[in-house]
């Protein structure tokens, strides 16, 4: 058995966690955020069975597209932090990021 922690963004979780239930498996969400854009992602945690976890990650890939967007970034225009001017920045959002874990035991009470 593995432990599937998968890293998305927000916008694609519930799409994600509705497709791996409809398929039986079982998802726990936890509410993160990311340290570069500041921004809200999910992570979501997933025992699958040894022969599942390539189907996981294919819903995965599927689901949770990278994609560029723009966002103002505050820059400041003098020495003073109180006064930023926005200035519009294209990052790559989206994707995921998975870690899979060998799990030794599973034991569901």
Do not use: W
């Not at 039986?24 to 997933?46: C, E, H, I, P, Q």
């Not at 994707?95 to 874990?101: L, M, N, Q, S």
């Amino acid at each position: 058995m593995k432990l599937l922690i998968a890293i998305v963004n927000d916008d694609d979780s519930d799409d994600l966690i509705d497709t791996l239930t409809e398929k039986d498996f079982r998802v726990t969400k936890l509410a993160t955020s990311g340290g570069f854009l500041k921004a809200g992602n999910t992570t979501l945690m997933m025992g699958v069975e040894d022969t599942k976890t390539e189907e996981v990650i294919s819903i995965i890939r599927d689901i949770c597209k990278e994609r560029d967007e723009i966002i103002p970034s505050p820059i400041p225009i003098t020495e003073s932090p109180e006064i930023y001017i926005q200035y519009p920045i294209e990052v790559k959002v989206g994707g995921a990021t998975v870690f899979i874990i060998d799990v030794e035991q599973f034991i569901k009470i």
